[in-house]
T-cell receptor
Framework: NAGVTQTPKFQVLKTGQSMTLQCAQDMNHNSMYWYRQDPGMGLRLIYYSASEGTTDKGEVPNGYNVSRLNKREFSLRLESAAPSQTSVYFC???????????FGPGTRLLVL | GNSVTQMEGPVTLSEEAFLTINCTYTATGYPSLFWYVQYPGEGLQLLLKATKADDKGSNKGFEATYRKETTSFHLEKGSVQVSDSAVYFCALSRPSNTGKLIFGQGTTLQVKP
């Protein structure tokens, strides 16, 4: 089992370009999350999805959109990338509240 | 609000030294507490967790005890190895339907031979 997978692993964008970060799980967990990791700031929640078809904002949602079309996949879209969105992005899943979250390997994004 | 504070790093130790990484939290109710570890170039993985006061989580020689009276969850290991070099994150999850994690800023540990 792959667990949580993310694509791409690395991406360079120019300011104003758009892209979608993909996340997929084969663990059949209900909840999925998108975080960004910046030096000295830990991980900050961007959006999450408690179940298929539902999404909610996290701590830092501005400039991002998400889509949870099915239980397996949860994508993160940057409509108009900005240098402030340069970061490492992690997707995670979780079966239920208080349970362990399982993380993907991350996508490193550089916006020039 | 809910928050997690970790000791600032980096922490540099010699192999076989004793490790403590401090973590304190602020939360309403009775959160679950976690330690996650991130090895270079990888995602986070759960190291240990505790779900109620006085619980002790343990894994791979690491331990942490949920102390409600001091709102702390300090990570300890009696004898570190070079392979323990990583970034360690303390996190909490409030009892709710969302299961969201709130992370500390992370502490980098470097163990030298």
């Amino acid at each position: 089992n792959a667990g949580v997978t993310q694509t791409p692993k690395f991406q360079v964008l120019k300011t104003g370009q758009s892209m979608t970060l993909q996340c997929a799980q084969d663990m059949n967990h209900n909840s999925m999350y998108w975080y960004r990791q910046d030096p000295g700031m830990g991980l900050r929640l961007i959006y999450y999805s408690a179940s298929e078809g539902t999404t909610d904002k996290g701590e830092v949602p501005n400039g991002y959109n998400v889509s949870r079309l099915n239980k397996r996949e949860f994508s993160l879209r940057l409509e108009s990338a900005a240098p402030s969105q340069t970061s490492v992005y992690f997707c995670a899943n979780q079966q239920g509240s208080g349970e362990t979250q399982y993380f993907g390997p991350g996508t490193r994004l550089l916006v020039l | 609000g809910n928050s997690v504070t970790q000791m600032e790093g980096p922490v540099t130790l010699s192999e076989e030294a004793f490790l403590t990484i401090n973590c304190t939290y602020t939360a309403t109710g009775y959160p679950s507490l976690f330690w996650y570890v991130q090895y270079p170039g990888e995602g986070l993985q759960l190291l240990l967790k505790a779900t109620k006061a006085d619980d002790k989580g343990s894994n791979k020689g690491f331990e942490a005890t949920y102390r409600k009276e001091t709102t702390s969850f300090h990570l300890e290991k009696g004898s570190v190895q070079v392979s323990d070099s990583a970034v360690y994150f303390c996190a909490l999850s409030r009892p709710s339907n969302t299961g969201k994690l709130i992370f500390g800023q992370g502490t980098t540990l470097q163990v030298k031979p």
